[in-house]
């Protein structure tokens, strides 16, 4: 636990030195409620973007801080670090409808 958390402060400081990580940014997951960190997993921060876990990993956390870096894909939680994918809310819909679709049959 100590070295990843290490790892991540080694990561995250490499990261700082170079612009294009003036992507990364602090912020919060709002739903859901708690966030699992399970694959395939989409939550919501506080600015309202939605995202989808990558490559799970177990959690149970109530509206964790995290650090989001968007141009790589990472979300940053506990010290641990996960692949995301933003999710576009016409992507949202479309995979709800498929998923009502096929419960149907």
Known sequence: MLLRISVTAVVLSFMTSFAWAQDCY???????????????EIFKLVDGSLWQVKDG??????????????????LIIKGNMLKVEQVRERELEQTSQSQKASSIK
Do not use: Q, R
């Open 26 to 40: 602090k912020s919060a997951i709002l739903h859901p409620g708690p966030f699992t960190g399970a694959n395939g």
């Open 57 to 74: 990993m177990k959690f149970c956390e109530y509206n964790p801080d995290v650090m989001i870096c968007p141009s790589w894909g990472k």
